[in-house]
T-cell receptor, first 117, second 113 residues
Framework: ETGVTQSPTHLIKTRGQQVTLRCSSQ?????VSWYQQALGQGPQFIFQ???????GRGNFPPRFSGLQFPNYSSELNVNALELDDSALYLC????????????????FGPGTRLTVL | DQQVKQNSPSLSVQEGRISILNCDYT??????FLWYKKYPAEGPTFLIS?????DKNEDGRFTVFLNKSAKHLSLHIVPSQPGDSAVYFC????????????FGGGTRVLVKP
């Protein structure tokens, strides 16, 4: 059974650029959540996708957007990068029965470290 | 507005002794609490959870205690082992949010041999 994988591992961008981060969910999972972890802080919920539709969003501006594909892999896109977007971006997958309103265990990927200069 | 707080950024403990990690929350709607452990260059891994209808949950060396009136939970690790050295995150959720988690800032634990 393959776990959650993320690519790339590290990324350096400059202010104003756009970035796409990718996540492959664990086999059998249909829900992906994205989190941003700034240095020295805990992960902060960005949004969740359940069966290809957004299923909840945290306090992040619209320049953070996402997609989930039919194979349940996911992308996180960030436009107009700012210095404060520098962080570790984590994705987590789980299996949900009805819209993600459960406490099923989430499995996290190792993250993508984004540096914005 | 930090709804989940871990006030101790770090903790050092001798191998074999007890590690106690604390977590406070402000949102009274939280009804499910989790602890995650994170090693460098790895994603967080689930450790143990507790529902608000309980005040204690135990799994091997790990026990979580919940005090709803104080909006406080703690994780006890007994006995602590060097492999327990990691960053520990407390997280919480509500019935409506499901597993969209609110995390604390983490506590770095160092277990000395």
């Amino acid at each position: 059974e393959t776990g959650v994988t993320q690519s790339p591992t590290h990324l350096i961008k400059t202010r104003g650029q756009q970035v796409t981060l990718r996540c492959s969910s664990q086999s059998g999972h249909n829900t992906v959540s994205w989190y941003q972890q700034a240095l020295g802080q805990g992960p902060q919920f960005i949004f969740q996708y359940y069966r290809e539709e957004e299923n909840g969003r945290g306090n992040f501006p619209p320049r953070f957007s996402g997609l989930q594909f039919p194979n349940y892999s996911s992308e996180l896109n960030v436009n107009a990068l700012e210095l404060d977007d520098s962080a570790l971006y984590l994705c987590a997958s789980s299996f949900e029965l009805a819209g993600g309103r459960s406490y099923n265990e989430q499995f996290f990927g190792p993250g993508t470290r984004l540096t914005v200069l | 507005d930090q709804q989940v707080k871990q006030n101790s950024p770090s903790l050092s403990v001798q191998e074999g002794r007890i590690s106690i990690l604390n977590c406070d929350y402000t949102n009274s709607m939280f009804d499910y609490f989790l602890w995650y452990k994170k090693y460098p260059a790895e994603g967080p891994t689930f450790l143990i959870s507790i529902s608000s209808i309980k005040d204690k949950n135990e799994d091997g060396r790990f026990t979580v205690f919940l005090n709803k009136s104080a909006k406080h939970l703690s994780l006890h690790i007994v006995p602590s082992q060097p492999g327990d050295s990691a960053v520990y995150f407390c997280a919480a959720s509500t019935k409506a949010a499901g597993n969209k988690l609110t995390f604390g800032g983490g506590t770095r634990v160092l277990v000395k041999p």
